[in-house]
């Protein structure tokens, strides 16, 4: 099993690009939701840990949960509303957000019990390891399960307009470090960070898989560098596609039975070209329509990681 732990929320979504007085549409998201959701359609077996409303949105997040086939045993529920998110969307289909979190639900968050002994390794990121209380218990929830021996995942995801204290947040990805196996991000999250590969690498993680937009993806390793070109596609947003490949990474370490403190260590090149040609696949196929939609394993099936298919429900 996978937990994906962090932040549910609702998108709104403007019908016309570039249009401010454009209409908003709901869209259920959040990039650990994605992941979670992007997981279960690529066959995973997949937990969300996580805080979420109980009203008319909160409800509808966790439908969906259950509907794609997310286990709900680690949420947890609370009367304040949903966090949304108002997305505004550029010429080339990149997306910004406006946050409204005060007083949300996801924010407050706690440490949980336990996790279910067949987890193999947790996933973290996002809005939830910026806002407070909830940050704090996301982060001690990462602490001990690597001290647990789990296989940790870091997506930062950096949505700058949420973080007050930019040196403040840095400081505290620097310390998340020695308890990351894999760490993901964007170019753009990797040069707001510092982009120290180096020093990041030397911190814990045993591979840094940094996304490139169409450029494609790189991993970097303790042993070398490698690149795999982005897949060719007519894109109608980016909405969701970070989250694709982090769900694609995470599923075909799975598969290849490389979730395991230390496993990335002496994963070879031919390796980590499958696995990130698989994630390269992944995003293109989320940015040809329109939201947050992962694709499914069929949509994947050039590359064979060996688990059958489930259609978009």
């Not at 390269?280 to 992962?294: H, I, K, Q, S």
């Amino acid at each position: 099993m996978i937990v994906v732990a962090g932040e549910a929320l609702i998108d709104l979504v403007p019908q016309v690009s570039g249009d401010a007085s454009a209409p908003l549409l709901p869209a259920r998201g959040g990039g650990p939701y994605n992941t979670a959701i992007g997981l279960a359609r690529l066959g995973s077996t997949v937990s969300f840990c996580s805080r979420i409303s109980t009203d008319a949105f909160g409800v509808s997040l966790t439908d969906r949960l259950a509907v794609e086939q997310v286990s709900l045993d680690l949420v947890q529920r609370g009367p304040e509303p949903t966090t949304l998110a108002v997305a505004s969307l550029g010429a080339d289909g990149s997306a910004a957000y406006t946050f409204y979190c005060e007083g949300t639900a996801d924010r407050l968050f706690t440490l949980p019990g336990p996790l279910p002994a067949e987890t193999r390794a947790v996933s973290f990121g996002t809005c939830s390891l910026v806002l407070e209380p909830g940050a704090s218990a996301y982060t001690e929830l990462m602490r001990r399960e690597a001290r647990l021996g789990r296989f940790i995942a870091l997506d930062p995801n950096i949505r700058a307009g949420l973080i007050a204290d930019p040196d403040a947040y840095r400081a505290r990805f620097g310390r998340m470090l020695p308890s990351v196996s894999l760490l993901k991000l964007s170019e753009e999250d990797a040069q707001w960070l510092g982009y120290d590969l180096a020093g990041w690498l030397a911190a814990g993680p045993g591979a840094v898989v940094v996304t490139r937009g169409d450029a494609g993806l790189t991993v970097h390793t303790r042993a070398g560098e490698y690149s795999v070109p982005g897949e060719p596609v007519r894109v109608v947003d980016t909405i969701g596609a970070g989250d694709s490949v982090n769900a694609a990474l995470l599923h075909a370490l799975s598969e290849l039975d490389l979730l395991s403190a230390g496993a990335l260590a002496g994963v070879p090149e031919t390796t980590w070209r499958q696995i990130l040609d698989f994630a390269a696949r992944a995003a293109a196929v989320t940015c040809a329509r329109a939201g947050a939609e992962p694709p499914c394993a069929h949509e994947l099936s050039a590359v064979d990681l060996g688990r059958p298919s489930r259609s978009v429900p």
